[in-house]
C-alpha cells in the first residue's frame, strides 16, 4: 500500500529522520550562525545574536533585581593562579588554552613565527574563578566589605573536541557571577537564589519547563562543595544542563587569599558562590522548540514578535499597501507587552510573497501578518501563529496553521493576547512532552530497557528521562555511564514527583532514600 505524501516541510532531514543534522539545518535555514574558518569556533549572525540579546536583556534585569553589579575581568590568567587550585584546574585541563609567546616575526623562510616566550605561560580563560578571587582578595578587608555581588558577561575558551553550533564549541559567550559573603548560610542561600532566577528566566521566557537540584559528587563544578542545577528535556528526549550554581565553600578564599576581619576581631576566609548560563540556551531553545519548518521562538525572546509581509502583486497598488503597512506597524509599535514595545518589522523586500513567508517560518517570528489589496478594501489582515494553533484557537496542535482575517484595528487590539498564547502553548507543550517521557522505574531490567534504543539506527530515540533509586555509590554511577551513557542529571528537589521517598537501588536493591533523575545527555 503507497505511504501518503508528508505535508511540505522546510528543513531535510526531519526530526524524527536524523536529529543531529535537523538540528544543524535549522540553524541553516533560520540564519542564525555558522561555522568559523577557526576550528570549534562560531559566527553568530544577527538573527542568532538577537535571540542571545533577549537573553542578555531579560537575566541582566533579574540579576540586578537581586542585588548584583556587572563588572569585567581580565581573559587571561597566569598559569601560577590556575595551580593555586588543583582541584579546580584538574577539571579544566585537558580544555585550556594556553599563550606562551607575544610578538610575531618573519623567520628566513619568509613565515610568521612566534618571537618572544612570556615570563609565564597565560591561560585563556576557561573560567574565572582564580583571576576574579585574587581581585576579590584585595577588595574585601573587613565583614563591612560583604557581601560582594558581582556578575560579567564575557567569553571564554574551552578546546572542545567535537564541537556542534551553541551548544559545544571552542570559544562561546556566557555570564558568570561571581561572590563572596560573611557567612556559609549567606553563600548556600545565594547558591539557590541564582539557580531559582534561572529557573523562572528558562520558565517565562524560555517557555522551558526545568527539573532543579543539586548534581552529584561525581558531576559537580571542579572545586565546589555543591552545585545545583537546571535540567532540560528536548525532542530527542536527551537532557540538557540548561544553568548551574555552585556553592565553593571556603575552598577558592583559601586559594587566593580572600579574609576578612570578623564582627569578633578574627580573620576568617570569605564564602564564596559561581553561577552561569551560556549561549548554550540558545541550543537548547531550538532542540526544545523547533520542528520541520525551522525555528519557534518564544515571543519573549524573539528579536522580532511581528512581521508584516506587504502584498504588491501590480505597481499601481504599492504605495496604497505600504503605507497601510506602516500604519499597522505604528499602531503596533505603539503598544507594550511586558514592558517592552513590540518589536515589528515590515519586509519590503521585492521578493515573491511565498519566499518571504517561508522565511520568516523558518526563523520563527511569532506572528506572521499578510496584508495585499485585497486587505485594503475589506479593512482586514491575515494572521498566522508560527507555533502551529490556529489564531482563533480551538484546533489540533498537530494540525498545520491557518490563516485568520481579522479586521486591523481588532488584531491590535488582540496583538498582546495573541503572543501571551503562543508563550503559554509552547511552554505547555514542552512540559507535556517532557511529562510523557519521564518514567519512575523501580528495576535494573526495565532500567536499561527504557535506555535502550528502539531502533538501532537511530540511537538518540530511547525513553527519556528516569526517576530511580540510586544507593549513593559512584561505582553505581560509573556502571550505568559506561553501560548506557545514562548519568544522573540531578537529585531533585523541586517536584512533588520525585519528593523524597525511601525504596531501593535500582542496580544493587540496596537501601535509597529518594529517586534521582537519570538521562542521556548533551
Known amino acids: 500500500m503507497a505511504q501518503p505524501d508528508l505535508p511540505k516541510s522546510a528543513i531535510s532531514p526531519r526530526r524524527a529522520e536524523d536529529f543531529p543534522e535537523w538540528y544543524q539545518q535549522v540553524i541553516r535555514a533560520g540564519d542564525m550562525a555558522e561555522s568559523s ?84 605561560p597565560l591561560v585563556v580563560r576557561p573560567t574565572s574563578e582564580t583571576i576574579i578571587g585574587a581581585s576579590y582578595a584585595k577588595w574585601v578587608q573587613s565583614y563591612r566589605d560583604l ?192 514592558g517592552t514595545p513590540l518589536e515589528v518589522h515590515i519586509d519590503q523586500r521585492d521578493l515573491g510573497g511565498g519566499v518571504k513567508n517561508w522565511e520568516w517560518i523558518k526563523k520563527g517570528v511569532p506572528l506572521r501578518v499578510e496584508l495585499g489589496p485585497r486587505d485594503l478594501e475589506s479593512g482586514n489582515v491575515a494572521v498566522t501563529r508560527r507555533d502551529g494553533l490556529p489564531v482563533a484557537g480551538g484546533a489540533d496542535p498537530g494540525k498545520p496553521a491557518t490563516k485568520a482575517f481579522l479586521p486591523s484595528a481588532v488584531f491590535v487590539r488582540q496583538a498582546a493576547e495573541l503572543l501571551d498564547a503562543i508563550q503559554q502553548n509552547l511552554f505547555a507543550r514542552a512540559l507535556a512532552f517532557r511529562d510523557a517521557h519521564t518514567r519512575a522505574i523501580d528495576t535494573k531490567e526495565e532500567f536499561y530497557e527504557f535506555f535502550t534504543p528502539r531502533n538501532p539506527a537511530k540511537p538518540e530515540i530511547h525513553g527519556g528521562f528516569a526517576l530511580a533509586h540510586w544507593n549513593g555509590s559512584r561505582a553505581v554511577e560509573e556502571q550505568i555511564k559506561n553501560d548506557l551513557k545514562v548519568t544522573i542529571r540531578c537529585i531533585p528537589f523541586d517536584d512533588p514527583e520525585s519528593a523524597p521517598e525511601s525504596g531501593q537501588c535500582v542496580i544493587t536493591s540496596e537501601p535509597s532514600a529518594r529517586r534521582v533523575l537519570w538521562a542521556k545527555s548533551y
Not at 556587572?70 to 595551580?83: E, G, K, T
Not at 579544566?92 to 612566534?114: I, Q, S, W, Y
Not at 552529584?216 to 528526549?237: K, N
Open 37 to 120: 574558518e577557526v576550528r570549534g569556533c562560531m559566527v553568530i549572525k544577527p538573527w542568532g545574536y538577537g535571540i542571545w540579546e533577549n537573553m542578555q536583556r531579560a537575566l541582566d534585569a533579574m540579576f540586578k533585581a537581586t542585588g548584583h553589579k556587572n563588572a569585567y575581568f581580565p581573559l587571561f590568567i597566569p598559569l601560577s593562579y590556575m595551580q593555586k587550585e588543583a582541584e579546580h584546574v584538574a577539571g579544566f585541563a585537558k580544555e585550556c588554552a594556553v599563550v606562551t609567546h607575544h610578538r610575531l616575526e618573519l623567520n628566513a623562510d619568509g613565515k610568521m613565527v612566534p618571537a618572544s616566550p612570556l615570563g609565564e
Open 147 to 338: 557581601p560582594i555581588l558581582i556578575n560579567q558577561w564575557a567569553n571564554v575558551v574551552r578546546w572542545e573536541m567535537r564541537p556542534r553550533l551553541f551548544l559545544r564549541t571552542t570559544e562561546f559567550l556566557w555570564q558568570e557571577g561571581h561572590t563572596v559573603h560573611e557567612t556559609e548560610a549567606e553563600a548556600r542561600a545565594e547558591t539557590k537564589q541564582m539557580l531559582e532566577v534561572y529557573a523562572t528566566f528558562a520558565r517565562d521566557y524560555l517557555a522551558v519547563p526545568v527539573y532543579t537540584g543539586e548534581k552529584s559528587e561525581s558531576e559537580r563544578f571542579p572545586g565546589a562543595v555543591q552545585t545545583l542545577c537546571i535540567e532540560a528535556m528536548v525532542q530527542d528526549r536527551k537532557a540538557i544542563q540548561a544553568g548551574t550554581s555552585h556553592f565553593l565553600g571556603q575552598n577558592f578564599s583559601r586559594s587566593s587569599g580572600i579574609q576578612f576581619q570578623t564582627r569578633d576581631g578574627k580573620q576568617e576566609f570569605g564564602w564564596t558562590t559561581s553561577w552561569g548560563v551560556s549561549t548554550r540556551l540558545v541550543g537548547t531553545l531550538i532542540m526544545m522548540h523547533a520542528d520541520d519548518d525551522g525555528l519557534v521562538l518564544p515571543p519573549r525572546i524573539a528579536p522580532t514578535h511581528i512581521v508584516i509581509l506587504p502584498v504588491t502583486p501590480k505597481p499601481e497598488t504599492r504605495d496604497a499597501v505600504l503605507t497601510a503597512a506602516n500604519k499597522l506597524a505604528a499602531q503596533l509599535r505603539a503598544l507594550t507587552w511586558h
